[in-house]
């Protein structure tokens, strides 16, 4: 019973979080079609970003998880995060429009993603990195799955790749409403109280948990979003030949001609993509067991220094080269998201109960946020002295987060950790 609903709640969520990324997916063509510019198709995730923020708060201010069923609560915003999505290519919307939609659609996924961990929570005890490792793992199979879905669709147009999305999300909803009901180890959870947000800076092993995820979070997003039009550019033929590397506009993908769109190295690099963000949900679902086993200090540590290490390497060494390229992303992507549900299991394990909502609440919303400005800023260095130096500027993230949860480690409070293993 209680691994059938784990992973038909992972399932759930899989197919819901699907939408985060179903835009930017198709950004090359959004970008042709709407003539925008590279700052105006970094919106189609970043307002994501936003809506997610302010959806995530106003749950936790309201409470929506104690007063409506989690189950509920979970299938609600796939269903109605489905429906934005469709509203976008069944009205040819404008980008206005589909940049609001999207931070609907952000509002919504708030209701999914949190709410669905809380009940994982209520099955899980002393495996809840392995739990919480596996949500993550299917959140990150859900973000890449748009890629898939553009590359074995064989669709000439951005418009199915949405719809099918949204259909997706759709039967994830029902999911979570026919086998989301919380486990044995339910309890209530502490109200939101905006008094408590301030501990986050105050208390020091909770300032060091969310140094360290702020570190993680300054990297994850900007590559998740980047890489694939990395990978596009570098799977497309020289400059010069049909759909040549020039031509598919750097960054962006400004400028890149029908030919390519739907041809053969833009279905490659789809392919590669995918596979790239994907393997974050195997990397998850280990890091989650050897968290459990090992301590969540050193398990992040060691994340962090593969994944930094691969964002200071892929772009100087691996532009035209696919196969290098591909590798390089293998191990990024399997690395750079393999100890994101660590820092919500260390905020949860030294937050004190009264708060622990709070604090869960504050360290996602901090974290989104941030990512507004590495998701803004990977595309402006691009253009300005190319993908090596751009894919560098995330590096310090996982810097100051290896050190910080070093530092973690070395402080009494570690005794908190998995068990006292840290």
């Known amino acids: 019973m209680k691994w059938r609903t784990l992973l038909l709640l992972a399932l759930s969520q899989c197919l819901a979080m699907g939408l985060w990324f179903s835009a930017t997916a198709v950004s090359p063509a959004l970008v042709r079609e709407w003539s925008l510019s590279t700052a105006q198709a970094a919106w189609l995730t970043m307002a994501v970003q936003l809506g997610f923020v302010a959806g995530a708060l106003l749950s936790a201010l309201l409470n929506l998880p104690d007063l409506w069923p989690p189950r509920l609560v979970v299938a609600f915003g796939a269903f109605v995060g489905a429906g934005f999505t469709f509203l976008i290519p069944a009205l040819d919307a404008s980008f206005a429009l589909a940049v609001a939609l999207r931070a609907g659609t952000g509002m919504m996924l708030a209701l999914v993603y949190p709410v669905g961990l809380k009940i994982m929570a209520t099955w899980t005890r002393e495996d809840r990195g392995l739990g919480l490792g596996l949500l993550v793992g299917a959140l990150t199979l859900g973000s890449a799955s748009p890629h898939l879905i553009r590359a074995l669709g064989g669709f000439a147009d951005w418009r199915p790749v949405l719809l099918v999305a949204a259909a997706l999300a759709t039967a994830g909803g029902l999911l979570a409403w026919r086998f989301g009901e919380l486990g044995p180890y339910r ?102 067991r050897l968290a459990d086993r090992w301590g969540r200090t050193r398990t992040t540590m060691l994340s962090m220094v593969i994944s930094g290490s691969c964002a200071l390497l892929i772009g100087f060494v ?83 987060g290896t050190l910080a949860m070093w530092r973690l480690l070395r402080s009494p409070e570690a005794a908190k950790l998995a068990g006292g293993r840290g």
């Open 187 to 288: 309890a209530g959870v502490p109200p939101f109280q905006w008094r408590h947000m301030t501990k986050a800076l105050r208390l020091r092993p909770l300032r060091l948990a969310n140094s360290g995820y702020l570190g993680h979070m300054w990297e994850l997003y900007a590559m998740w979003t980047w890489v694939p039009l990395f990978l596009l550019h570098t799977y497309s033929p020289p400059a010069g030949g049909a759909g040549g590397a020039e031509a598919a506009g750097g960054a962006g993908g400004a400028g890149m001609p029908d030919a390519l769109w739907g041809g053969a190295p833009e279905t490659a690099a789809a392919l590669v993509a995918f596979a790239v963000i994907g393997a974050g949900g195997l990397g998850s679902l280990l890091a989650g």
């Open 318 to 400: 691996a532009e035209g080269h696919p196969g290098l390229a591909t590798a390089i992303g293998l191990v990024w992507g399997f690395a750079v998201v393999a100890d994101s549900a660590q820092f919500s299991s260390a905020v949860s394990e030294l937050s004190e109960p009264e708060y622990m909502g709070t604090q869960l609440t504050t360290q996602t919303s901090a974290g989104f946020l941030l990512t507004l400005a590495s998701m803004q800023l990977v595309p402006a260095i691009q253009e300005a002295a190319g993908w090596g130096w751009a894919f560098a500027a995330l590096a310090p993230g996982p810097a100051v």
